[in-house]
């Protein structure tokens, strides 16, 4: 029988942890009169008083250490408990959330999708755009700490390849879980506080400066104004573009580079990839939109590097008329959305190793057909990959494009129109955040969606978030007879 006991201890530690960060966006509200504050302190009183009840039912465990299961388990619980608490001061605060929206809105931060449901943000409290931006924040951080602890240790999507000795993302520099969380958490601060002081710096107001600012290093895209990165054009737009760059790079990276060990960062081939990637869509983008509107040359280059930087690393901000691109806009943004960004970040998708990976094993295999006698094999920076990382990898891409395609068809069911619903899908597994189609062109949100259809995107979002696997092999009855 799988002990659950050190699973709930952790998860009460998280929601307690969460609660007291609504002390935040409860105070400032306060201090600004708004009438909103008590209600997201009620939200912290209820969530830290649950979170410490289940804390203290499971501090008997045995022990505190996790085996696989429990991990699997355990990283489940974090992206469903969490949310749940989450959506708290969205439905006891402004702007007084049906239980459905604020899971989704809450949901789509913790997941760093951002989506939304909500019209008129420049009007909600202070404090409820604050909350959504922690959202966003807490979420890319927790996401990090998952992607470079747990989904190497439980062999998800070929992520075990980053567990290899001779691979020195985690074992040669940073051994102990502690270590890489401590060093994580350096460097993510660092980048959200550099990134809030360059907004403050070309003159976004501080409320927007703080909110954008944790929301483009956690790639979450959730914004305290309806127009997002439109209400600063020029050069919120610039700077915009290079922190949610950064956000999408593999935070060891950062980590080594700050060591003193700056080739690490410079001869990362995901960076590299993901940094020509983004050039050919940008340039094709640019060149399309010079062609074929009457934009000059630099409104159509800084439109199309920020909004398609934003889709590829899963951000999710917009700005000019990206909502009218249409055509093939929108198609080359599709295609780099499906890509995402590194591993070991916050960004979604499929991840540029794996999409770098699967490219190598296609041209390997066209090279067998050619000259069947030779022995080619598939090899990332130089070093082979494994049969069991190769099947892993090739299940979850698969698995990721069949679930885009089932998801998609379950939304059609529920009355949803077919460009809306494909769109819907794609940014929310893909935890991109930006939709298109009839049913987001009213509002730029998902309110307009059926509620049921909202359940399907909720879904979505976790199964991204939750490396696809990660979940189905919780609803296997095997798994919990072991």
Known sequence: ????????????????????????????????????????????????????????????????????????????????????????????????????????????????????????????????????????????????????????????????????????????????????????????????????????????????????????????????????????????????????????????????????????????????AMLRWMVYGVGIVTLWRVLTSDQGLEPAFREASFNLVSVFTGTGFFSGSFANWGGFGMVVAFCVGMIGGCSSSSSGALSVFRVQVVLTAIRVQIERIGMPDRMASVRYEGRRVEDDVMNALILYVTGYILAIGTLSVALTLTGVDPTSALFGVWTSIGNIGYGYGPLVARTGTFIDFPELAKWVLILAMLMGRLALLALVVLVLPRFWRQ
Not at 8 to 36: K, Q, T, W
Not at 80 to 88: E, K, N, T
Not at 131 to 155: D, E, H, K, S, T
Not at 221 to 245: H, L, N, R, W
């Open 1 to 272: 029988m799988l002990d659950l006991r050190p699973v709930g201890f952790i998860i009460g530690l998280l929601v307690v942890a969460l609660g007291a960060a609504m002390l935040l966006p409860a105070s400032v509200d306060l201090l600004l009169g708004d009438g909103n504050g008590p209600a997201i302190l009620q939200a912290a009183m209820l969530t830290m008083f649950t979170g410490g009840a289940v804390a203290l039912a499971c501090a008997n465990a045995p022990t505190k250490q996790l085996g696989i299961r429990q991990a699997f388990v355990l990283t489940a619980a974090i992206w469903f408990a969490l949310p749940a608490f989450g959506s708290l001061p969205l439905i006891l605060g402004e702007p007084d959330l049906t239980f459905t929206d604020a899971m989704f809105e809450a949901v789509s931060g913790i997941t760093t999708t951002g989506s939304t449901v909500i019209v008129g943000l420049d009007h909600l409290p202070a404090g409820t755009n604050l909350w959504r931006g922690m959202l966003n924040w807490l979420g890319g951080l927790g996401i990090a700490f998952i992607a470079m602890i747990f989904l190497p240790v439980m062999r998800v999507g070929g992520m075990q390849f980053f567990r290899t000795e001779g691979f020195d993302t985690l074992g040669k520099v940073l051994p102990r879980a502690t270590d890489i969380a401590r060093a994580l958490l350096g460097v993510y601060t660092g980048l959200t506080a550099l990134c809030i002081a360059t907004y403050l710096l070309i003159g976004m107001e501080p409320l927007d400066a703080v909110v954008n600012g944790v929301a483009t290093i956690a790639t979450g895209g959730f914004s305290p104004s309806d127009a997002s990165f439109g209400k600063y054009p020029g050069a919120g737009e610039y700077a915009g573009t290079v922190f949610m760059i950064l956000g999408a790079m593999p935070y060891i990276r950062f980590v080594q580079l700050v060591s003193g060990a700056p080739q690490a960062f410079f001869g990362d081939s995901q960076i590299r």
